[in-house]
Nanobody, 123 residues
Framework: QVQLVESGGGLVQAGGSLRLSCAASGRTFNSYTMAWFRQAPGKERELVVAISQNGVSTYQTDSVKGRFTISRDNAKSTVYLQMNSLKPEDTAVYYC????????????????WGQGTQVTVSS
């Protein structure tokens, strides 16, 4: 198990940027595939972006391609989500997640979760 703590959420105007961080506990951070999910009111939680253990491979859902970037610093046991050109439809609670599997896009395999951080984009 790994403990995950998100930070960096807030209120931003449409077109703006935010950077989320997720700090992980433990000494085996580089053995986890990491991801960011989001859940908007009344909607299911969705996988947004993911990154492989060594940071070489990434996945982005279509709605965020070209706007969101996931990265990680294994020395700091931290994963980041850089969000640019934000839209009101990006408003959601964003969750950091981790798993040992290699299939970045398989959402049901993620079994470690943070508490979430609210991102609100105003129009």
């Amino acid at each position: 198990q790994v403990q995950l703590v998100e930070s960096g959420g807030g209120l931003v105007q449409a077109g703006g940027s935010l950077r989320l961080s997720c700090a992980a506990s433990g000494r085996t951070f580089n053995s986890y595939t990491m991801a960011w999910f989001r859940q908007a009111p009344g909607k299911e939680r969705e996988l947004v972006v993911a990154i492989s253990q060594n940071g070489v491979s990434t996945y982005q859902t279509d709605s965020v391609k070209g706007r969101f970037t996931i990265s990680r610093d294994n020395a700091k046991s931290t994963v980041y989500l850089q969000m640019n050109s934000l839209k009101p439809e990006d408003t959601a609670v964003y969750y950091c997640a981790a798993k040992h599997g290699f299939r970045l896009w398989v959402s049901y395999e993620y079994d470690n979760w943070g508490q979430g951080t609210q991102v609100t984009v105003s129009s």
